[in-house]
Every structure is written in C-alpha cells, then in structure tokens.
C-alpha cells in the first residue's frame, strides 16, 4: 500500500535535490554570527524553505511561492515521520468537540516538529477530499511570530493554508487573508483570492486542528507497537559528522494508534447504556465530549497552559449519573 507522505519526500526531494542537506546547515547556523535564532519547537522556518527554493534570488513565480509551505512541512516531517492513525469512533468524536477558544501554549505540546494525520474518506475542506494532513508550527524571525501551518494532502495533491495565531479560529483566518493581501506576499498565495469566504474556511479547519490538539493533550492515548507513548515533545537529536550535524531520518515512517483504548471503552460504555436502559427512570444520554484547558507548575513559578480533551459521557445508566472512561497505562 502507498504511503502518502513519502511519496511526496520522493517528489520533492528530486525536485530540489540537496534540500534535505541545506536544512541541515541552516540548523547548525541557527543563531550564529548573523543567522538568527529560533525557538526549539520549529525544525526551521519557512524563510530557509524560501531560501533553497528561490536560491537565494527575489523569485516571483507561483509555483515557487506555492512550494514554500509544502517543502517547509515535508523537511520537519522527515526526520520522524510519524504517521497518527485516530480510532474511529474517537476521530469522529473530536471532529465534533467544538473549540471556543485557541491557546497558543498547548500547541508546543506538538509531540514531533510535523505531524501527519490520516484522515477518513468523508473529510473534506473546501470541498475538496482529504486523505490527511501534515501540521507544524512556524515562527516568523522577522516578526518573532507563531503560525499554525497546515498542509493539506488532498486528491489534488499538496496545499499550504497558513494561519496567523488568534484566539477565535475565524478571526485568525480573517486576519491571515487580510495580511496576504495587504502585503502581496509570495508566503501566503494560496489563500489569497477574492472569493475566499472565511466562516467555511473555520468549519472545514475546526476538525483538523480539534485532532491536533488531541495529540498536544495530557491525556491523549496513543500507542505505538502497543506502548503507551507519554505526552510532550519527542524532537529527535541529530548525529555528529564531518559536515556538522545532520539528521538522518527513520529506516520508514512510525505508526501510532490514537484513542484505540478510549475508543473500545466509550463502544463499551455506549453499548451498555443503551441497551440496559428501563422506562423505570430518565432515558439514557450523552454528554458531549469538550477541552478542559488548565495551568500545570507550581505556583510560585511561570505556569504553563495545558489542555486535556473529556470525552462523551453516558448519563442516567442503571441508576448512575455518569460513566467515565478510563485509560489505563499500557506497560
């Protein structure tokens, strides 16, 4: 079976060939002489992806502008490349968890630099068929900025849909058009058109990035060949070589199972209740999934932003108010 992802390292590795090796380099300048710096969470920022793309000229093309993101992504997945695979009935609970308000700080809970996510065959973002997506963030070193970057692996291959960091989904859409288009710059093309409308762009984006926050929860459950992976950052470290330092990336891509073990608990859970219920005593229903955001550290410290996502809870079964879900630790 084709693997997506790579397929695409393939594609554009041939087309800028010694990419991988330039990306290299520019981390092991990263805040020497006159390179800048950047934060840890950033495996490099788009402006090096710009840089081997244009080699290093003031290139207009589209097809430059546009490969920009789609090469940023694919060089912070490839040293990972770890592939998430969502239990069904967990994808389909979150894709429908609304989110009231965004916090930048859980989103450096990110586990790799870039993720890929499958997704079903019933997803779609503009209309469009989707059969996953990769997502990283970015930092802008001129405006000491964050964005979330999505990169869209649809039947019409590769698509970059940038988004300036806000609180409401819609206005960070609103204020990512409004920015591309004020500045006519060759970073955000791909938004840039008139009849853009930025309410169904939040609608198609809400899913995606509700199962991005999932793998940057405290209590996301994910395994890989059945061990439960903990959560945080797992950037992994480069190896010394003549050249400087270089990341060679896995032998093949990495698997994880998310929510498989909630999941088979909530089928449990749901099954029973439904079918135990009596007209004895109120019907049996379904409290909707929501994200629990929180501060973790001790007090008398900076405390970080954290967020846990609360699964649907069965309600009123044999006489019970709740039914909670457990997850336990696979060892």
């Given at each position: 079976?084709?693997?997506?992802?790579?397929?695409?390292?393939?594609?554009?590795?041939?087309?800028?060939?010694?990419?991988?090796?330039?990306f290299d380099q520019f981390r092991n300048d990263r805040g020497i002489s006159d390179w800048p710096d950047w934060p840890n969470w950033c495996f490099c920022?788009?402006?090096?992806?710009?840089?081997?793309?244009?080699?290093?000229?003031?290139?207009?093309?589209?097809?430059?502008?546009?490969?920009?993101?789609?090469?940023?992504?694919?060089?912070?997945?490839?040293?990972?490349?770890?592939?998430?695979?969502?239990?069904?009935?967990?994808?389909?609970?979150?894709?429908?968890?609304?989110?009231?308000?965004?916090?930048?700080?859980?989103?450096?809970?990110?586990?790799?630099?870039?993720?890929?996510?499958?997704?079903?065959?019933?997803?779609?973002?503009?209309?469009?068929?989707?059969?996953?997506?990769?997502?990283?963030?970015?930092?802008?070193?001129?405006?000491?900025?964050?964005?979330?970057?999505?990169?869209?692996?649809?039947?019409?291959?590769?698509?970059?849909?940038?988004?300036?960091?806000?609180?409401?989904?819609?206005?960070?859409?609103?204020?990512?058009?409004?920015?591309?288009?004020?500045?006519?710059?060759?970073?955000?093309?791909?938004?840039?058109?008139?009849?853009?409308?930025?309410?169904?762009?939040?609608?198609?984006l809400m899913p995606l990035l509700s199962l991005v926050l999932y793998l940057c929860s405290e209590n996301q459950d994910t395994l890989s060949n059945n061990?439960?992976?903990?959560?945080?950052?797992?950037?992994?470290?480069?190896?010394?070589?003549?050249?400087?330092?270089?990341?060679?990336?896995?032998?093949?891509?990495?698997?994880?199972?998310?929510?498989?073990?909630?999941?088979?608990?909530?089928?449990?859970?749901?099954?029973?209740?439904?079918?135990s219920y009596s007209h004895s005593g109120p019907r049996p229903h379904i409290r909707r999934a929501h994200w629990h955001t929180f501060l973790a550290g001790?007090?008398?410290?900076?405390?970080?932003?954290?967020?846990?996502?609360?699964?649907?809870?069965?309600?009123?079964?044999?006489?019970?108010?709740?039914?909670?879900?457990?997850?336990?630790?696979?060892?």
């Open positions: 079976m084709e693997i997506r992802p790579l397929k695409y390292l393939v594609e554009y590795r041939d087309k800028y060939p010694d990419c991988w090796k330039h920022p788009l402006a090096g992806a710009y840089a081997i793309i244009s080699k290093g000229s003031m290139a207009q093309e589209l097809h430059f502008a546009l490969d920009v993101g789609k090469l940023g992504a694919l060089a912070a997945w490839r040293v990972s490349q770890g592939i998430y695979r969502f239990d069904k009935d967990v994808f389909s609970s979150l894709i429908n968890t609304e989110i009231n308000k965004l916090s930048l700080e859980v989103f450096y809970r990110l586990p790799e630099w870039c993720v890929y996510i499958e997704a079903p065959l019933f997803i779609k973002f503009l209309g469009c068929q989707i059969f996953g997506f990769f997502f990283h963030l970015e930092y802008d070193v001129n405006k000491n900025t964050t964005e979330l970057r999505f990169v869209l692996d649809s039947v019409n291959g590769l698509s970059a849909v940038p988004l300036h960091f806000k609180e409401s989904l819609v206005e960070a859409i609103h204020d990512t058009y409004e920015t591309s288009k004020s500045n006519n710059t060759v970073f955000f093309p791909e938004i840039s058109l008139p009849d853009i409308v930025a309410d169904e762009q939040a609608r198609d061990k439960q992976i903990q959560p945080g950052n797992r950037f992994p470290a480069p190896k010394k070589t003549k050249q400087g330092c270089r990341y060679f990336p896995p032998k093949k891509p990495l698997f994880y199972e998310v929510g498989f073990n909630i999941g088979k608990s909530l089928r449990n859970q749901f099954s029973d209740s439904f079918n001790p007090r008398n410290s900076v405390r970080e932003r954290r967020i846990k996502w609360l699964p649907p809870i069965s309600v009123a079964v044999n006489g019970t108010d709740e039914i909670i879900p457990k997850i336990l630790n696979v060892d």
